[in-house]
């Protein structure tokens, strides 16, 4: 079973700032499956990325995914007061389904 | 616009079985989607349980693969999830989700529903 791990755990920010976080998977994954969503209190998910570095639908393009094999990031290249939410890299392994533990991204 | 609306039981008897529906709206259960199950306990992270075809095949979390049945009813156009034997470990948002193809092996869960809450409590 393949484990992802998002670091770090919270990052404290300031609007404006760019944001870097990061989910290594335990072993080489198909970049095709692993995506990014989005989750603030009370709501559900929303999808961000696909793909590893597709945006989805609606998606500002502050926001970017990249990696292969094992490190995959997304970036918000500026962050805006919207942005402050909890992050969470996601993937398939053909029949199981992973998600990181998130990252939580606060005001600083 | 694709919405989906989970709903059941907000409680269940510890040893019970958790029984709820996923009713989906502008979209067929037929089409080449899957359809999944995601969980969130109070707090934490997400935990993805399972999912569905509408040609029948399943696939489910291990960790929980001997207490949950999920299945697609067509007629209704809605999916389904059935957890056994729940224990407090099983209190959770409980949120359906569509697994999406975008390309040639591109899957990702595009479409949630806004989540059904479940204590369990005697």
């Known amino acids: 079973e393949i484990v992802l791990t998002q670091s770090p755990g919270t990052l404290s920010l300031s609007p404006g700032e760019r944001v870097t976080l990061s989910c290594r998977a335990s072993?080489?994954?198909?970049?095709?499956?692993l995506a990014w969503y989005q989750q603030k209190p009370d709501q559900a998910p929303r999808l961000l990325i696909y793909?590893?570095?597709s945006r989805a639908t609606g998606i500002p393009d502050r926001f970017s995914g990249s990696g292969s094999g094992t490190d995959f990031t997304l970036t918000i290249s500026r962050l805006e007061p919207e942005d402050f939410a909890m992050y969470y890299c996601?993937?398939?392994?053909?029949?199981?389904?992973?998600f990181g533990q998130g990252t939580k991204v606060e005001f600083k | 616009q694709v919405q989906l609306q989970e709903s059941g039981p907000g409680l269940v008897r510890p040893s019970g079985t958790l029984s709820l529906t996923c009713a989906v709206f502008?979209?067929?259960?037929?089409?080449?989607?899957?359809w999944n199950w995601v969980r969130q306990p109070p707090g934490k992270g997400l935990e993805w349980i399972g999912e569905?075809?509408?040609?029948?095949?399943?696939n489910y979390n291990p960790s929980l693969k001997s207490r949950v049945t999920i299945s697609v009813d067509k007629s209704k156009n809605q999916l389904s999830l059935r957890l056994s034997s729940v224990t407090a470990a099983d209190m959770a948002v409980y949120f359906c989700?569509?697994?999406?193809?975008?390309?040639?092996?591109?899957?990702?869960?595009?479409?949630w529903g806004q989540g059904t809450m479940v204590t369990v409590s005697s």
């Open positions: 989700a569509r697994d999406h193809q975008y390309g040639d092996s591109t899957w990702a869960f595009d479409i």
């Open positions: 502008g979209d067929s259960i037929t089409s080449n989607n899957w």
């Open positions: 569905a075809h509408h040609g029948g095949k399943t």
């Open positions: 072993q080489s994954v198909a970049s095709t499956y």
């Open positions: 793909g590893a570095s």
């Open positions: 996601h993937h398939c392994d053909g029949s199981l389904w992973t």
